[in-house]
């Protein structure tokens, strides 16, 4: 069973969709596999793979506007607004068992955390690798454009330091991520999360762990 996630690390709701399809791995039994080949928790014939696609690929590498700010600039919404969609998202990653914390969050540039994830594909380590990019940015809310932060967050997530740094260093799956994110214009894929189970994509905008679970019963 293959299964597809488009997402960018930008994006909470692609977090919280990550622990809602782990917990729904989780239910089938077994040990499942990242691209690459190892571990992402579940069923030992489930492969997950990371899709590219940057939510803002104009952003710039440093830190400007708090998401807040961007959201009240670009869709005009007041800053009540804002501040109750980001306890609702709040409260919702905490049930999943996340700490999100949006409130004072600058979005950057995520094209090399995007890059690093294909490095983590090849060793099987790209669903450890996305948690950690999540955990940084949403969390922690460090500015995962830097390479410093970056090469923290590969080897926290086992990646060899020296690989990712000469990654990072060059142009290295710059395509990969290129390629990703024309397969989504391909497929139709317009926002994140978007995920497929053997090419049929699960309901749209944030799944259900119970929708989770059912699309994977289903290819099952």
Same mark, same amino acid.
């Not at 409130?103 to 090399?112: A, L, Y």
């Given at each position: ?15 919280? =969709? ?8 989780? @239910? $089938?039994? %077994? ?8 571990? !992402?928790?579940?069923?030992?014939? &489930? ?18 506007? /708090? *998401? %807040? ?10 800053? =009540?607004?804002?501040?109750? *969609? ?5 409260? *919702?990653?905490? +049930?999943?068992?996340?700490? &999100?914390? $949006?409130?004072?969050? @600058? ?5 090399? +955390? ?6 983590? +594909? ?16 949403? /969390?922690?809310?460090?500015?995962? @454009? ?5 090469? @923290? /967050?590969?080897?926290? +997530? %086992?990646?060899?330091?020296? !690989?990712?740094? #000469?990654?990072?260093? %060059?142009? !290295? ?10 397969? !989504? ?18 309901? /749209? ?10 699309? *994977?019963?289903? #290819?099952?």
């Amino acid at each position: 069973m293959k299964i597809e996630i488009w997402s960018d690390i930008m994006c909470p709701w692609c977090y919280i =969709g990550k622990a809602r399809l782990d917990r729904a791995i989780e @239910r $089938l039994g %077994g040990g499942g596999h990242d691209a690459g080949g190892r571990g !992402a928790g579940g069923r030992d014939d &489930i492969e997950v793979v990371w899709r590219s696609f940057e939510l803002r690929p104009d952003q710039p590498r440093t830190p400007g506007a /708090t *998401l %807040g700010e961007m959201m009240r600039e670009k869709l005009g919404l007041q800053p =009540g607004e804002t501040v109750e *969609l980001f306890e609702k998202i709040r409260v *919702l990653g905490e +049930a999943e068992g996340l700490d &999100i914390r $949006l409130t004072g969050v @600058r979005p950057v540039n995520s094209f090399d +955390a995007q890059r690093l994830v294909h490095l983590a +594909a090849e060793s099987g380590l790209a669903h450890r690798m996305k948690s950690e990019l999540f955990r940084a940015y949403l /969390t922690d809310q460090q500015n995962v @454009r830097t390479h410093e932060v970056l090469l @923290r /967050t590969a080897t926290r +997530a %086992g990646l060899d330091a020296d !690989a990712a740094g #000469a990654v990072l260093a %060059g142009d !290295a799956y710059g395509e990969d991520v290129r390629e990703d994110e024309r397969s !989504a214009a391909h497929r139709g894929v317009t926002g994140v999360p978007t995920v497929f189970v053997d090419g049929v994509r699960v309901a /749209t905008g944030v799944p259900s762990v119970d929708q989770f679970h059912r699309a *994977l019963v289903e #290819a099952g």
